[in-house]
């Protein structure tokens, strides 16, 4: 089974442009999420996508956003780019929650990108 | 008070013995817990899931979890040097959410 895939893998970009990354999820999981990762703050959640809603969001400003299609791949959006949104971008997929378990989260490989 | 405490180390450990690793949380509605490897330079790679009191096991490693505690341990023995890496506890769950809340992670060193 293919594991989940992001593209790009790397970007640079200057401050003030934009910039899309694409996640395709492991088959099957409807559920995307996708994570900030930084050497000063780690990991923190950006926000979770399902049946192309967006079900839960972290606390990051508006120029983060993010949509989901009806195939469950997932896009995320960072608008008028900042030196402190260089970082790893990782997305994330699972099955839904089954009862009150929460389950595995599947990684990508990540999204490099560089803000200059 | 963070809402997922671990040590940040490095914790160095000799080949062949046990690495203790060890992560609190603060929300104890969280229901779901997990330990992800995460090597340099890569994306993190879940390891363990654990979600009911006790101890979870999988070969060399084995995942306990006291929710009264709230407590979460991954215990990896007979340590190889391959075994070095971050190790990042993780935990479902908060406020209902289906998000991961990290801590910090615990650079752990097997030393040959």
């Known amino acids: 089974k293919a594991g989940v895939t992001q593209t790009p893998r790397y970007l640079i970009k200057t401050r003030g442009q934009q910039v899309t990354l694409s996640c395709s999820p492991i088959s099957g999981h409807r559920s995307v999420s996708w994570y900030q990762q930084t050497p000063g703050q780690g990991l923190q959640f950006l926000f979770e996508?399902?049946?192309?809603?967006?079900?839960n969001k972290g606390n990051f400003p508006g120029r983060f956003s993010g949509r989901q299609f009806s195939n469950s791949r997932s896009e995320m959006n960072v608008s008028t780019l900042e030196l402190g949104d260089s970082a790893l971008y990782l997305c994330a997929s699972s099955r839904d929650k089954q009862g009150n378990s929460y389950n595995e989260q599947f990684f990508g490989p990540g999204t490099r990108l560089t803000v200059l | 008070q963070k809402e997922v405490e671990q040590n940040s180390g490095p914790l160095s450990v000799p080949e062949g013995a046990i690495a203790s690793l060890n992560c609190t949380y603060s929300?104890?509605?969280?229901?779901?817990f997990f330990w992800y490897r995460q090597y340099s330079g890569k994306s993190p790679e879940l390891i363990m899931s654990i979600y009911s009191n006790g101890d979870k096991e999988d070969g060399r490693f084995t995942a306990q979890l006291n929710k009264a505690s709230q407590y979460v341990s991954l215990l990896i023995r007979d340590s190889q040097p391959s075994d070095s890496a971050t190790y990042l506890c993780?935990?479902?769950?908060?406020?209902?959410?289906?998000?991961?809340?990290f801590g910090q992670g615990t650079r752990l060193t097997i030393n040959p």
């Open positions: 993780a935990v479902a769950g908060f406020q209902g959410a289906q998000k991961l809340v």
């Open positions: 996508y399902f049946s192309e809603t967006q079900r």
């Open positions: 929300d104890r509605g969280s229901q779901s």
